[in-house]
């Protein structure tokens, strides 16, 4: 059974940074893809960043986080990372991995894997 584990969320001051790490557990991520997405209360949950997993990596992001966050792999070990700079109280969210097989790796593809969760909160 595949399982993805998240970690590393927080409270943090608007402005700060934080790094969310995601551990796949049966899967591979090497020309698959992992990704992490959001859900603030009362809102749908959007993607921010995903990842395919080969040499290139190439990335994917929505706009509210171009320039501010930045998604890497550690290929080898089935890890994404997510680094979140200049944080703003809109970033407030539960941050969710996602994986899925294939290399179709778009916010609205179907991501059939999903982690629990971890919760980061901005304070203004």
């Known amino acids: 059974l595949v399982s993805l584990a998240e970690s590393g969320g927080g409270s943090v001051e608007a402005g700060r940074s934080l790094r969310l790490s995601c551990v796949a557990s049966?899967?591979?991520?090497?020309?698959?893809?992992m990704g992490w997405f959001r859900q603030a209360p009362g809102k749908k949950r959007e993607g921010v960043a995903s990842i395919y997993g080969d040499r290139n990596g190439r990335t994917w992001y929505a706009d509210s986080v171009k320039d501010r966050f930045t998604i890497s792999q550690a290929t080898i070990e089935n890890t994404v990372y997510l680094h979140m700079n200049s944080l703003k109280p809109d970033d407030t969210a539960v941050y969710y991995c996602a994986a899925r097989v294939g290399s179709d790796c778009a916010f609205i593809a179907d991501y059939r894997f999903w982690g629990e969760g971890t919760q980061v909160t901005v304070t203004s």
């Open positions: 049966r899967f591979t991520l090497r020309n698959n893809c």
